[in-house]
């Protein structure tokens, strides 16, 4: 059973036992969440598709960790004007296990 779902603006295709990054989710680690944003579900044949979301459906999921990803440069110039500016970027991140996907 796999199923797309929506957290932190993003859509991800999971199935139970992925581990997946998504943006940073308020909760402690080794906690256990359920996610009700639900856009479709795939079970064998049969398709569910919502509009926009599945009512019944939510899919559960462990938290593993937290952290940030590598850092991104930001780099901007305009030429012959004697301007440059160099800044980074870390985006915080959340690690969850998909657990089980119930419809």
Known sequence: MQAVIKTGGKQYKVAPGEIIKVERLDAEPGSELELSEVLMVIDGE???????????ASVKV??????????????KKKRRKGYKVKRGH????STIEIQEVAV
């Open 62 to 75: 462990k938290l593993l960790e937290h952290g940030k990803a590598k850092k991104v440069v930001v780099f």
């Open 46 to 56: 049969s398709i569910s598709v919502g509009q926009p979301t599945l009512e019944n």
């Open 90 to 93: 870390r985006q915080h991140y």
